[in-house]
C-alpha cells in the first residue's frame, strides 16, 4: 500500500520580516513554495506544491494568509 509520510513539524518560525512566495516554472509548470527575507532577498524552499491541498497546508504550518502570497516565475 502506498501512503504519504507524515511531515515533521513545522521549525521554529519567526515571520518578521518575510514574505511567502510560490515559485514557478514556466516550462515545466512545477511550483515550489517557501518564503523570502525582504531585507536580503533570499528565497528559502520549504515544500514542493503538487496540489491545493499541498498549499493550504503550507499557508497553515506557517501562518500565511493566501492574499499574502506572491508568485515568481
Avoid: H
Avoid at 2 to 16: C, E, G, S, V, Y
Avoid at 22 to 35: L, P, W
Wanted: aromatic share 10%; with cysteine.
Amino acid at each position: 500500500m502506498l501512503r504519504r509520510k507524515k511531515r515533521a513539524a513545522a521549525p521554529a518560525f519567526d515571520r518578521t520580516g518575510k514574505e511567502p512566495v510560490i515559485r514557478a516554472s514556466i516550462c515545466t509548470g512545477e511550483k515550489v513554495a517557501g518564503y523570502r527575507d525582504t531585507g536580503t532577498g533570499r528565497f528559502v524552499e520549504v515544500m514542493l506544491i503538487r496540489s491545493d491541498g499541498d498549499l493550504r497546508e503550507f499557508l497553515r504550518e506557517y501562518g500565511f494568509r493566501e492574499e499574502e502570497l506572491k508568485y515568481q516565475w
